[in-house]
């Protein structure tokens, strides 16, 4: 089977949003029973209108920075974060002088936590004979950069 391409950013995307949304396009990556996978360009003075749908829903945003509401509460998001909007909260997204860049990860079905055991962390006992699993390799990630090596007008460590 050929490897497949989806193209998404420049060129690649249309208005897109839910009814009220302006200033926005934007490219579906991936969509079907499991879910949505969205790349999003909000403009100056963009708005994804407060709304809710019953799926858990990840806004991660990568590029530039904005607004996001969830349920009453109001925050300041930029490229590096991320933000849940839980399923039946009404949530929604805008900038004012900038422009924003996003990914949208929208999780179809029932969170895993209705699943007993797979949030909790319970685990079966061992059969006798039975070993546990070998120690994991790797190490932990390396210390954020100092703030005075941080260009403030990308978002990115230099």
Same mark, same amino acid.
């Given at each position: 089977?050929?490897? #497949?391409?989806?193209? $998404?950013?420049?060129?690649?995307?249309?208005?897109?949003?839910?009814?009220?949304?302006?200033?926005?396009?934007? #490219?579906?990556?991936?969509?079907?029973?499991?879910?949505?996978?969205?790349?999003?360009?909000?403009?100056? =003075?963009?708005?994804?209108?407060?709304?809710? =749908?019953? =799926?858990?829903?990840? $806004?991660?945003?990568?590029?530039?920075?904005?607004?996001?509401?969830?349920? *009453? *509460?109001?925050?300041?998001?930029?490229?590096?974060?991320?933000?849940?909007?839980?399923?039946?909260?009404?949530?929604?997204?805008?900038?004012?002088?900038? #422009?924003?860049?996003? $990914?949208?990860?929208?999780?179809?079905?029932?969170?895993?936590?209705?699943?007993?055991?797979?949030?909790?962390?319970?685990?079966?006992?061992?059969?006798?004979?039975?070993?546990?699993?070998?120690?994991?390799?790797?190490?932990?990630? /390396?210390?954020?950069?100092?703030?005075?090596?941080?260009?403030?007008?990308? /978002?990115?460590?230099?």
């Amino acid at each position: 089977m050929p490897i #497949q391409v989806i193209r $998404f950013g420049v060129g690649h995307r249309r208005p897109d949003g839910p009814p009220g949304t302006r200033g926005l396009t934007g #490219q579906v990556i991936h969509s079907d029973g499991r879910g949505i996978v969205a790349e999003l360009a909000f403009g100056r =003075n963009a708005l994804i209108e407060p709304h809710s =749908n019953p =799926n858990t829903t990840y $806004f991660i945003v990568i590029e530039g920075g904005g607004w996001v509401l969830v349920g *009453e *509460e109001r925050l300041r998001v930029a490229a590096g974060e991320a933000v849940v909007w839980p399923p039946h909260v009404v949530h929604g997204a805008w900038t004012e002088h900038s #422009q924003m860049r996003a $990914f949208v990860v929208e999780l179809a079905g029932a969170d895993d936590g209705v699943v007993p055991g797979i949030v909790a962390g319970a685990a079966r006992a061992l059969e006798p004979g039975e070993t546990g699993v070998s120690p994991a390799e790797g190490s932990l990630a /390396g210390r954020p950069p100092s703030p005075e090596r941080v260009d403030r007008s990308s /978002g990115e460590p230099l």
